[in-house]
C-alpha cells in the first residue's frame, strides 16, 4: 500500500509541484486540503477541487475555518487591539496558525504518514507550519520539496509540463493572499527600504470620494452590529465593514519587521477592516476600562501579538492571556461612530452605557462635583512627598 501524506494546497505553482512531486516521485498518496480562512469564495473552491483532481491527488477537502479563525485568534488581536510594530494587524502570520492546525488535525484523522507543505526556506511561514506539525503530530515526517531543493520556478513548471500538467503560471506583478483579517501585498518594491508600493499593486481601488457615516456596535469586545444592522456571527460583521470601507482605500501601508529567521522583512498590506475594527475597539476601550485595565493589557497585548507572529501560538501563556483579554471585556459596550474620506477615516466619538467619562463627576477642566479644592491641595501635598526628599537630598 502506498503511504498516505497530506498536502496543505493553495492551488499556486508550488502547492501544484508538491502534489505531482510527492506522488510521482516519491510515490505517496496524496490527500490535499485547502484551508479558507477568509481568502477563497464557492467559485474558488470549486476551481481548487477541479486543479487537486488535475494534479492526480487521491483526496481533496475544502475546510471553511473563517468562524474557527474568528473565535480562536481575531477576536483576540481585536481585545487586544494588536498592531504588530504599531502598523501590521498580523493577517497573514494569524491565519497561519489556524491553517496548520486544521491541515494536522486531518492528517492525524487519516492516519497519514506525513504532511507537506510548499513553503520556501526564506519566510516566515516554513516555521509556523514546521511548528505546528512538529507539536501536533509529532509522529508523521514533515516533506518540504520545495525548501529542500531550492527550486526555481521554470524548474517547477517544466516538471509539471513534464508529468502532463501544463497550465498558465503567469507570475503575477505582486503576490497576493486575501483572509479575514486582512489582503498582504508583495512585490519588487517591498524587497527594498526606499520604495512605497504603487497605486495599482493593491486589489481594492478608490472607488468612492464622497465622505459616509459608519457606525460600529460592539458587546463585550465583540463587533455585533454595522450601520444598525445585526449579524448572526462577527465574522459577517467584519465582512460588512470591509465591504463598505476598502472603497476608499483605507487601511494601506507597509510593515516593517523582523522575521522568525532573524532578518528584516517587509509586506505591503491592506486591511480596511481589520484597521478600523482595531481602531473604533480602542477608542471605546478608553471610555470604558480603568486607568490600569489599559495598561496591563497593552503589555499582554504585545507579548501575545509576537508570540502569535512568532509561531507559538500553542504556548500554554497564550491561554492565560486570552483569559484575562476575555475578562477585561465586560464592559466594553457601545457604538462607535466614524467618518469615512478616501485613503482615511475620522473617529467622531461614541455612545455607551459604561462610558467612565461621565459629568456625574466633574467636567475636565470645568467643574468638580466629587472633590473640593481643599481636597486637591492635600492629595498633591503627599503626592509629591517622594520627589521632594528626592530633590532636595540631591539638589
Known amino acids: 500500500m502506498k503511504k498516505g501524506v497530506v498536502l496543505a494546497f493553495s492551488g499556486g505553482l508550488d502547492t501544484s509541484y508538491c502534489a505531482?512531486?510527492?506522488?510521482?516521485?516519491?510515490?505517496?498518496?496524496?490527500?490535499?486540503?485547502?484551508?479558507?480562512?477568509?481568502?477563497?469564495?464557492?467559485?474558488?473552491?470549486?476551481?481548487?477541487?477541479?486543479?487537486?483532481?488535475?494534479?492526480?491527488?487521491?483526496?481533496?477537502?475544502?475546510?471553511?475555518?473563517?468562524?474557527?479563525?474568528?473565535?480562536?485568534?481575531?477576536?483576540?488581536?481585536?481585545?487586544g487591539n494588536v498592531l504588530k510594530n504599531n502598523t501590521y494587524p498580523l493577517s497573514v502570520s494569524a491565519e497561519r496558525t489556524v491553517q496548520a492546525q486544521n491541515i494536522a488535525k486531518y492528517a492525524k484523522e487519516i492516519g497519514a504518514s506525513a504532511i507537506a507543505h510548499g513553503s520556501t526556506g526564506a519566510g516566515n511561514d516554513q516555521v509556523r507550519?514546521?511548528?505546528?506539525?512538529?507539536v501536533m503530530c509529532p509522529e508523521m515526517e514533515i516533506i518540504t520539496p520545495i525548501r529542500d531543493m531550492s527550486l526555481s520556478r521554470?524548474?517547477?513548471?517544466?516538471?509539471?509540463?513534464?508529468?502532463?500538467?501544463?497550465?498558465d503560471f503567469e507570475k503575477a506583478q505582486y503576490s497576493i493572499n486575501k483572509g479575514l483579517w486582512g489582503t498582504s501585498v508583495?512585490?519588487?518594491?517591498?524587497?527594498?527600504?526606499?520604495?512605497?508600493?504603487?497605486?495599482?499593486?493593491?486589489?481594492?481601488?478608490?472607488?468612492k470620494q464622497e465622505p459616509a457615516i459608519l457606525e460600529i456596535e460592539f458587546k463585550k469586545g465583540e463587533v455585533v452590529a454595522v450601520n444598525g444592522e445585526t449579524f448572526a456571527h462577527s465574522?459577517?460583521?467584519?465582512?460588512?465593514i470591509e465591504s463598505l470601507?476598502?472603497?476608499?482605500?483605507?487601511?494601506?501601508?507597509?510593515?516593517?519587521?523582523?522575521?522568525?529567521?532573524?532578518?528584516?522583512?517587509?509586506?505591503?498590506?491592506?486591511?480596511?477592516?481589520?484597521?478600523?475594527?482595531?481602531?473604533?475597539?480602542?477608542?471605546?476601550?478608553?471610555?470604558?476600562?480603568?486607568?490600569?485595565?489599559?495598561?496591563?493589557?497593552?503589555?499582554?497585548?504585545?507579548?501575545?501579538?509576537?508570540?502569535?507572529?512568532?509561531?507559538?501560538?500553542?504556548?500554554?501563556?497564550?491561554?492565560n492571556i486570552e483569559a484575562f483579554l476575555n475578562d477585561s471585556q465586560k464592559t466594553v459596550n457601545g457604538k462607535v461612530f466614524i467618518t469615512l474620506y478616501p485613503y482615511r477615516f475620522v473617529l467622531n466619538g461614541i455612545e455607551s452605557d459604561n462610558d467612565l467619562m461621565s459629568d456625574k463627576f466633574g467636567s475636565y477642566g470645568e467643574a468638580n462635583r466629587a472633590w473640593t479644592g481643599d481636597d486637591v491641595k492635600g492629595f498633591t501635598k503627599v503626592l509629591s512627598n517622594a520627589l521632594t526628599i528626592y530633590h532636595q537630598i540631591n539638589s
Open 154 to 167: 521554470e524548474e517547477e513548471i517544466q516538471f509539471l509540463k513534464n508529468h502532463g500538467f501544463d497550465i
Open 245 to 319: 470601507t476598502s472603497p476608499y482605500g483605507i487601511g494601506r501601508d507597509i510593515h516593517v519587521g523582523d522575521t522568525i529567521v532573524g532578518i528584516k522583512g517587509r509586506v505591503g498590506f491592506e486591511a480596511a477592516a481589520a484597521l478600523l475594527t482595531i481602531k473604533a475597539h480602542h477608542l471605546l476601550e478608553k471610555h470604558t476600562l480603568s486607568k490600569y485595565q489599559q495598561t496591563i493589557k497593552s503589555q499582554l497585548s504585545d507579548w501575545y501579538g509576537n508570540w502569535l507572529h512568532e509561531a507559538l501560538f500553542l504556548d500554554p501563556v497564550m491561554r
Open 20 to 79: 505531482k512531486y510527492l506522488s510521482e516521485t516519491l510515490g505517496y498518496e496524496v490527500h490535499a486540503v485547502t484551508v479558507n480562512t477568509g481568502g477563497f469564495n464557492e467559485a474558488d473552491e470549486v476551481e481548487l477541487k477541479s486543479r487537486a483532481e488535475k494534479l492526480g491527488v487521491a483526496t481533496y477537502i475544502f475546510i471553511n475555518a473563517e468562524k474557527e479563525y474568528y473565535n480562536d485568534c481575531v477576536k483576540y488581536l481585536i481585545f
Open 235 to 240: 465574522v459577517f460583521a467584519i465582512q460588512k
Open 186 to 207: 508583495g512585490g519588487k518594491e517591498t524587497l527594498k527600504s526606499r520604495h512605497s508600493l504603487p497605486e495599482d499593486a493593491f486589489p481594492s481601488q478608490v472607488e
Open 129 to 134: 507550519f514546521d511548528l505546528i506539525f512538529q
